[in-house]
């Protein structure tokens, strides 16, 4: 009974606009939603929907690695299982998750997040998920930094108000 309440409250909130937590770069150009913090880095989720994680004082993207099933970082790559449409930096490229997934297989090589020398080094891993280079047109990320500082502020942008009797409504 208290899930269901949840639920429905959780619904009209989402329903009634409620504001949207935002992050800007430093020319003011909307990158998405903020949907969490970690350390230093923010999790946006961009408006064509994919997941990215950024150094706020920097711009850049959080790095990780890119694994294959064949030695000398031949073949498919591919990047953990939670990387299904999010963006990651791997040495100098960019790569997304195109939700194609694998289940329990071993790597047999990978590349270092912060390298981009291989290492044939056997990875058993449970599952992961395609990677395709990053395409900033289909993803709303750059291959690069993105302009920072970056700011986050709330969006009401369509939504006046908070609630109906206005008391939440800024006076500009």
């Keep these: 009974m208290q899930r269901c309440i949840m639920i429905l409250i959780l619904s009209a909130i989402s329903v009634s606009g409620w504001p949207e937590v935002i992050a800007r770069d430093a020319n003011g150009q909307k990158i998405g939603i903020v949907s969490g913090q970690e350390r230093w880095y923010f999790s946006i989720v961009t408006p064509t929907q994919f997941t990215v994680r950024i150094q706020a004082e920097s711009g850049q993207i959080q790095g990780d690695f890119v694994y294959f099933l064949e030695t000398d970082c031949a073949g498919v790559p591919y990047l953990a299982q939670t990387y299904s449409n999010a963006v990651i930096r791997n040495g100098n490229a960019f790569w997304y998750g195109n939700g194609n997934a694998v289940q329990d297989v071993e790597f047999l090589s990978y590349n270092h997040p912060s390298t981009d020398s291989c290492v044939?080094?056997?990875?058993?891993?449970?599952?992961?998920?395609?990677?395709?280079?990053?395409?900033?047109?289909?993803?709303?990320?750059?291959?690069?930094?993105?302009?920072?500082?970056?700011?986050?502020?709330?969006?009401?942008?369509?939504?006046?108000?908070?609630?109906?009797d206005r008391f939440e409504c800024s006076m500009d």
């Design 120 to 164: 044939n080094q056997t990875v058993p891993e449970p599952s992961g998920v395609e990677a395709v280079p990053n395409d900033p047109a289909v993803t709303g990320v750059p291959n690069g930094l993105f302009v920072a500082p970056f700011r986050i502020e709330l969006d009401s942008a369509g939504s006046p108000c908070v609630f109906n």
